[in-house]
């Protein structure tokens, strides 16, 4: 199955089994992407840490990757279009952050763990989807927020070097160098 049909899937049969039991519930939905958001995130980043040995550096490094380059680009995206949230006068709207990040998790995590895939993209979806009954999102934001955070993903882990992180982290060694010039 591919990567994208696996997305899909997982992430429509988590929502129709959750969503008619909370779908009224806007402050549980409030609360699913408010806090369980950060703690998938926060999973995410450090699991390759405990589960993947000599490579957890290395792989925690590319998630990192991804996940900062999905904040920029979604920051980015969020000043150029500057679409008004659903109940807020607010003009970040597109794309949904909790979406892009989670998908971020979920792509990276399951390239490297293939058998979390179904864990990782069902939180995923289901922090994306919590935007919705929340009224933080409209459907664009969250659907636009989930396809960036799942491209970020794997291309961060299929990606040669690396963008931020990984560079400076190589075979599990922390190195690097900052240099600063002043130009008159």
Known sequence: MSHVTRF???SFSLLVVISPACADDHRFWLDVGNVGGPLLWGAGLFSSLIQDGSHGLDHASRTADGFLATIAL???????TREKRPYSDSRDSF????????????AAQSYYHPRQAVVWYGLAGVVAYSRLPAHEHHWQDVVAGALLGYGAGQL???????????PIVEN???????????TF
């Open 8 to 10: 899909a899937a997982i």
């Open 74 to 80: 979604g920051e980015g995206l969020n000043l150029a």
């Open 95 to 106: 794309p949904s952050d909790h979406a892009s990040l989670s998908f971020e998790i979920a």
């Open 156 to 166: 961060s882990v299929s990606s040669r070097h690396g963008w931020f992180l990984a």
């Open 172 to 182: 599990s060694r922390i190195g690097g160098s900052l240099m600063l010039t002043e």
